[in-house]
């Protein structure tokens, strides 16, 4: 544990002030429950003469292993998200949107590159688990091309690109961090897959021991209150609702979590597989959505709600407690339960409320669309494999004909429209109609094997473009 001899007032009031704690449960007064059967959703359709003033911030907040289903906007038929059901009502709802990876860490280095994991050394971990690996302070990211366009940049919550001294946000682009290097940690003690205590402000290690997504959604919420003399951006990275399976009040649990750590069982003990239950990842996830509601309502009272985009998604599919019909697996397998998560955008100053796209999208899409709406170019030297989306939401204009493209030890995966090819961990090729099938349950590959056989090959042209795995 860190010395804490020279805590800040601020930092000290963390520590100790619990009027704070407990105001995440409750969702923002304001908003109501939108259930999906009642939105009255039409398909996308770009506003004419859209001009919105000036460039927009943005908001990007991922979830933490939120699986697609999982909100009720979404079909959950026992967990209730009026926070984010509203945001969606407000915007665009995406049902075949995607993240870059089936795990962690390499999502975020799509995002935050906007390339495929693979074309980075740091992307090929699955996740990021030592000291060895993480993103290249030199490889430019969607916060190093915004900030040089002049935009504010902060990422508040859990990084998972590589650990100090050789990487940290600060060193790829964002000016404020705040929040943890690893892929999870206790909610209260702060103690991280390495064992240590895993909360920091910019690279200095920040003592708070309230529950968790309180401590990130005061620092967010206090971010976009500010009085912004730019256009800025704001990665905001929950840890909720990833193991280990605990909300406001569970601290005995976690003291106990906590001690396995510190007597050297941390994988074991940050897994929590002798706890949780659909109840309790419930409540996880409706902490997730109050969360969500108190930052927007930060927003919304800082004026700047109308020209701020605002994007919400996970960073991979489900796991365990999470819902996710129909589709089928879960985190890190490449069927559409593992990489299918739930997306919205709100946009008020150009994009019309209440609609739905089924427009098939992913993680380094939206890296292309940021830096585009922000006026921002991409190092051409580091081509960009996602495309921007902001023609066909601006504009209306088509989106081209392209391959999303997977890649994960022991799987394989391919969309083209409406089809996908997927190999699984025995290796076998699997081919599905996901429009008629989104379960991946008939598989077509003996039916159109030219079809399979042109999918594999646009699989296999990419992979060769791509770093090989080290050996395991």
């Known amino acids: 544990m860190p010395d804490t001899s020279n805590i800040s007032r601020r930092a000290f009031g963390g520590l100790v002030g619990g009027g704070a704690v407990g105001a995440v449960a409750a969702p923002a007064a304001d908003a109501a429950t939108v259930p999906a059967q009642d939105r009255d959703e039409r398909p996308f359709r770009a506003r004419r003469g859209a001009r919105p003033g000036g460039r927009p911030n943005f908001l990007f907040i991922l979830g933490d292993d939120l699986g697609w289903a999982d909100l009720s906007s979404y079909g959950a038929p026992h967990i209730r998200t009026p926070n984010l059901d509203r945001l969606a009502a407000q915007g665009v709802r995406f049902t075949d949107a995607y ?42 990211t969607v916060a190093s091309l915004l900030k040089k366009a002049g935009y504010a940049t902060a990422l508040i919550g859990k990084w998972h690109c590589g650990w100090l001294p050789d990487h940290s946000p600060t060193k790829s682009g964002w000016d404020e961090f705040f929040g943890n290097f690893g892929g999870a940690l206790e909610y209260f003690s702060k103690l991280g897959q390495l064992g240590d205590y895993d909360l920091y402000e910019g690279d200095a290690t920040y003592q708070d021991l309230r529950y968790y997504t309180t401590v990130l959604t005061e620092r967010a919420a206090e971010y976009v209150a500010r009085p912004h003399g730019r256009p800025w951006l704001l990665n905001l990275n929950f840890t909720t609702p990833h193991w280990p399976w605990l909300t406001e009040g569970d601290e005995e649990t976690a003291a106990r979590i906590a001690g396995r750590i510190r007597a050297g069982d941390v994988l074991g003990a940050l897994l929590h597989s002798d706890g949780g239950s659909v109840e309790k990842y419930r409540q996880m996830v409706e902490d997730l959505d109050a969360a969500v509601g108190r930052v927007l309502a930060a927003l919304r009272r800082s004026g700047q709600e109308e020209n701020t985009v605002v994007v919400f998604a996970s960073d991979n599919g489900g796991e365990r407690f999470s819902y996710q019909w129909p589709l089928s697996g879960g985190k890190s397998q490449l069927l559409e339960g593992g990489i299918r998560v739930p997306t919205v955008l709100r946009w008020p100053a150009a994009v019309d409320a209440r609609q739905v796209s089924h427009e098939p999208v992913y993680s380094p899409d939206w890296t292309a669309t940021l830096l585009e709406l922000g006026g921002a170019r991409p190092d051409p030297a580091y081509p960009l494999d996602g495309h921007s989306l902001a023609g066909h939401l601006l504009r209306g204009e088509d989106l081209p004909e392209r391959d999303l493209f997977w890649r994960v030890r022991g799987n394989r995966a391919l969309r083209r429209g409406r089809w996908k090819y997927y190999r699984d961990a025995n290796g076998r090729d699997h081919l599905y109609d996901l429009v008629a099938d989104a379960r991946e349950q008939a598989d077509l590959a003996a039916d159109r094997p030219a079809l399979l056989a042109g999918l594999r090959s646009a699989w296999e042209r990419i992979d060769s473009t791509l770093l090989p795995y080290p050996a395991a």
Do not use: K, V
């Open 99 to 140: 993240a870059g990876s089936a795990t962690c860490s390499p999502t975020r280095f799509s995002l935050y590159t906007g390339r495929y994991p693979g074309r980075t050394r740091g992307g090929l971990a699955e996740p990021i688990g030592d000291r060895t690996q993480g993103l290249d302070p030199g490889h430019p």
